[in-house]
């Protein structure tokens, strides 16, 4: 799931993860509509990775993906053009990013998850 209040970053972004073989669920667009998404649906339906901009214009980034753990552990990347200075060890995309960052950071979200579930 993408979570990205510019349609342009969420196409792009969905375009490159589908061209590496990943099923884009849903873009959403504010905090409320990414915690609808990753939590309204049967738990076996969650999406497996989030990536998630940090700031947003209608609620924060940060939030949706807290309010999320209290319930479902999801994996998830936050990005932004600013720093970000406690993300709570999640993974971090800085944007820009090129194609092999993004890859990293998906390395990194799915290896951290593995370790806080074994």
Request: proline fraction near 4%; include cysteine; hydrophobic fraction near 50%.
């Given at each position: 799931?993408l979570?990205?209040?510019?349609?342009?970053?969420?196409?792009?972004?969905?375009?490159?993860?589908?061209?590496?073989?990943?099923?884009v669920?849903?873009?959403?667009?504010t905090?409320?509509?990414?915690v609808?998404?990753?939590?309204?649906?049967?738990?076996?339906?969650?999406?497996?990775?989030?990536?998630?901009?940090?700031n947003?214009?209608?609620g924060?980034?940060?939030a949706?993906?807290?309010?999320?753990?209290l319930?479902?552990?999801?994996p998830?990347?936050?990005?932004?053009?600013?720093r970000?200075?406690?993300?709570n060890?999640?993974?971090?995309?800085?944007?820009?990013?090129?194609?092999?960052d993004?890859?990293?950071?998906?390395?990194r979200?799915?290896?951290?998850?593995?370790?806080?579930?074994?």
């Amino acid at each position: 799931m993408l979570v990205d209040d510019d349609a342009s970053v969420g196409a792009l972004l969905a375009e490159m993860l589908e061209g590496m073989g990943h099923i884009v669920c849903g873009i959403e667009t504010t905090e409320a509509g990414a915690v609808r998404a990753a939590l309204d649906t049967a738990p076996d339906q969650r999406p497996d990775l989030m990536i998630v901009d940090a700031n947003l214009r209608e609620g924060n980034g940060l939030a949706a993906v807290a309010t999320i753990a209290l319930t479902a552990s999801i994996p998830s990347i936050l990005m932004s053009g600013q720093r970000i200075p406690d993300a709570n060890g999640k993974a971090i995309l800085q944007k820009p990013f090129m194609y092999r960052d993004l890859v990293a950071a998906i390395e990194r979200a799915v290896a951290a998850a593995a370790v806080r579930t074994a």
